[in-house]
């Protein structure tokens, strides 16, 4: 491949090769140095936001594997360290990352953070050829003729269950068709080999990966400005799940897993507040979980064992065995404090017994099947010491991450909360997950009303309404898979609720302005 391909000032050189590289691997590595050259060079010069853009990513890598410390992070591809800087900083730089380029005359940044190992290579697996890694990044560096023999490397460097995540551009997207149409026959023409999201699926699988999904990521892409990014930004969620529009996104994320699917979890503290140690009361509703209430407690005392004062788990009256795994557990571990319901049925009635039930300084209410992004509730903790009176996970952040989230909840969700955000006159983003850290206080004054999935609303709107400071931070959703049972949550069942809780919250703000009115005016004669 020729190097005049490059749309940049300085050239890639390939030197002090050993000698049993061949010479498909030496044009291997260029191609991987020509993509790593071209993509940062596009950063810098064409791209307003890159700094935003990789952070958003960096949060997504951390949300998608659920980054826990002590995890290793290979980065392939690292150029300037753009990217390496962002991932350090998100990973608050407790996992060790090492940040390999593939162009020889690269010298490392000097402004990366401390503890980065920044490394040049001249083939892979090269250097790194006895080590693994937890996991695997890379941005935009697939290509047609290179993206086999690389991935079969990646494959090698992997710890078994490690994972890899892939940013790459998504050939169909309009805006870079119609570039690559204006630069054909230009000295700056795009040199690249662009994969297709179901090329990337097909080789992803053929490589012997598990757990693959290429998911369609990113509508914020040029022509931009400041107001138009941040329209973008905020209708990307929307867009990237929406069917048929979905393939024209900027840029497709890749996921995969090395065998095997189950891997031992991770036994680490993310305990570090002193003044939250045995102050949190943990309330999670149940209805037919059996297959998630014991991985979820057993992940809670895992990573918060520390923090927690009991765990309440609600069972609201299930028809499997969820109730008989709840006792024995209870039997095992005094901290463990169930409570059992009797009809009617409804997860607003078990969130309210549960509320009744806590006694710890803070509590924090979750669902069955939030286990695998309990690293991210870590935040949560950050921001309750930080003063806040109620912490929400945020599933539309905009570091948020939603995978197979149904489009239709997306509209309902952010038709409602654009509705609430007008009448309410308030600003918010998430506010009727029921992943919340609340202090007691908070709990024991909110007048709950609602019997079913509608006191999310309830509890996300009362307290900001009611004058307690309220603080969202980003969490990740990932649809459940079949291992994981149903949800009982239906859209057009109790969406109702759900605006029934809005209205009565803005008549009460109406009569409220009123009253206050009323009185100015009496006063004012």
């Known amino acids: 491949m020729s190097l005049e391909m490059l749309s940049t000032e300085t050239p890639v050189k390939i030197v002090n090769r050993p000698a049993f590289i061949t010479t498909e691997q030496t044009q291997t590595i260029e191609t991987l140095g020509i993509r790593e050259q071209f993509r940062d060079d596009y950063w810098r010069k064409r791209d307003p936001i890159y700094d935003d853009r990789l952070l958003w990513r960096a949060f997504s890598l951390r949300h998608i594997v659920h980054l826990v410390p002590g995890q290793t992070i290979l980065e392939l591809g690292a150029g300037q360290g753009y990217f390496t800087r962002q991932l350090s900083k998100v990973s608050r730089g407790e996992n060790p990352i ?8 690269q010298k490392q940044p000097q402004d990366l953070p401390p503890g980065i190992e920044y490394l040049n290579v001249s083939s892979l697996p090269g250097e790194l050829n006895d080590r693994r890694f937890d996991f695997v990044v890379a941005m935009d560096l697939l290509d047609k003729r290179n993206s086999a023999w690389f991935l079969q490397n990646v494959y090698k460097l992997l710890k078994p269950g490690g994972q890899v995540i892939f940013y790459e551009s998504n050939p ?7 570039r690559r149409a204006i630069t054909k026959y230009s000295v700056q023409r795009d040199p690249r080999s662009l994969l297709s999201r179901p090329d990337l699926y097909e080789l992803m699988s053929e490589v012997g990966f598990v757990r693959v999904f290429a998911v369609y990521n990113d509508f914020v892409y040029a022509p931009l400005n400041r107001p138009l990014i941040w329209f973008l930004r905020n209708l990307s969620i929307l867009l990237e799940n929406a069917p048929v529009i979905r393939t024209l ?7 995969a897993q090395k065998p095997p699917r189950q891997v031992e979890q991770v036994k680490v503290s993310l305990c570090e507040h002193t003044q939250l140690h045995r102050a949190i009361s943990v309330v999670i509703p149940c209805h037919n979980e059996e297959m998630n209430i014991e991985p979820l407690i057993s992940q809670l005392k895992n990573f918060y064992g520390e923090y927690i004062h009991e765990i309440i788990p609600v069972d609201d009256n299930s028809r499997d065995n969820t109730a008989e795994v709840i006792r024995r557990l209870a039997a095992e571990d005094p901290t463990i404090k169930p409570v059992f319901r009797t009809p009617p049925n409804g997860v607003g009635r078990a969130i309210a017994d549960g509320y009744r039930a806590a006694t710890g300084r803070f509590v924090l209410s979750m669902d069955c099947d939030f286990q695998h992004l309990l690293p991210e509730i870590r935040d949560m903790f950050d921001a309750a010491t930080q003063g806040y009176d109620v912490v ?15 489009f239709q909840k997306i509209v309902a969700n952010r038709a409602f909360h654009t509705l609430a955000q007008l009448m309410l006159w308030r600003r918010f983003r998430d506010l009727t997950n029921n992943l919340k850290l609340m202090r007691r206080e908070v709990v024991e004054k909110l007048p709950l009303t609602q019997p079913h999935f509608s006191v999310n609303a309830e509890t996300g709107l009362l307290p900001l309404l009611m004058g307690y400071s309220v603080k969202e931070v980003p969490i990740s959703w990932i649809n459940r898979t079949p ?25 009460k703000k109406i009569s409220t302005f009123l009253t206050k009115s009323e009185h100015q005016d009496k006063a004012g004669w």
């Open 98 to 105: 090492t940040a390999v380029t593939f162009r020889a005359d």
């Open 483 to 507: 291992d994981m049972g149903v949800s009982s949550f239906r859209l057009a069942k109790v969406g109702g609720g759900y605006w029934h809780v809005l209205l009565q919250q803005w008549r």
């Open 172 to 178: 169909w997207n309009v805006m870079l068709q119609l």
């Open 392 to 406: 929400i996970g945020s599933r539309f952040s905009r570091h948020s991450v939603l995978l197979n989230y149904p």
């Open 249 to 255: 996104a900027g840029s497709i994320l890749i996921h």
